[in-house]
């Protein structure tokens, strides 16, 4: 209303259609209220105005969308297990993206990939790198640490995919996975074609060496 009587004030002679496309708003902000003045501009026969747009106190801020650190965690934040997976390992990635499809259901796993530049082992009950990566590791919400074809087995239950491996609870079957793992574990690296575990670690320490900052390096 109050921009209609201000608009009604101005004379027919003024409102040409070359004087009206001058007068386009821009928002002026107001350092210290809780209101922002829409400002028009000078006219070519030198009319302004502005209008001052009241603007609610209590609106409720933007809050920013948090964007989660894919190499670090993927998770919700009720997950069950955490699975700690080799991101490098191409024959590896075929199951765990096999496991994140069947997780958008669940929502049970929480994912972290224990060769990105962000991964913590303080954040992660003391697992650093070179331990993660001799074996599968898994660690349950109430913080126990389950490793070998026993992480698997929680992995798959927290998908509903646990008569997968519902026989190796068994014995001799669970002696017999766990040594079948064993071998795949220490042969993984040369069988997906990467070099021994002990030159990835080395490669690794003279990485860090050389950067001062992790985060600004890539192997």
């Known amino acids: ?46 009319f302004r105005f502005s209008v001052r747009a009241i603007q609610e106190a209590t609106t409720d801020p933007i809050t920013p969308t948090k964007v989660d650190n894919v190499g670090q965690s993927q998770s919700s934040p009720n997950w069950k297990v955490k699975m700690l997976y080799d991101g490098d390992c191409p024959l590896c990635m075929r199951e765990v993206n096999m496991l994140k499809e069947r997780n958008k259901d669940y929502n049970a796993i929480n994912f972290v990939d224990i060769s990105s530049e962000d991964y913590s082992p303080e954040d992660n009950h003391g697992i650093d790198y070179e331990t993660a990566m001799g074996k599968i590791h898994a660690i349950m919400s109430d913080g126990t640490i389950v490793t070998n074809v026993e992480a698997f087995s929680k992995l798959y239950e927290a998908v509903g995919l646990g008569w997968v491996y519902a026989i190796t609870k068994y014995e ?34 003279k990485k860090d060496e050389i950067c001062n900052d992790n985060k600004s390096c890539k192997m």
Request: hydrophobic content about 40%.
């Open 1 to 46: 209303m109050a921009l209609r009587a201000v608009a009604g004030s101005i004379s027919r002679r003024q409102l040409t259609p070359s004087n009206l496309c001058l007068l386009r708003p821009f928002v002026v902000p107001a350092s210290n209220s809780p209101h922002r003045s829409i400002a028009y501009p000078l006219s070519k026969t030198g």
């Open 172 to 205: 001799p079957v669970a002696t017999i996975a766990d040594a079948v793992y064993g071998v795949w574990a220490k042969y993984r690296l040369q069988v997906t074609g990467r070099p021994p575990l002990e030159e990835v670690l080395e490669a690794r320490r």
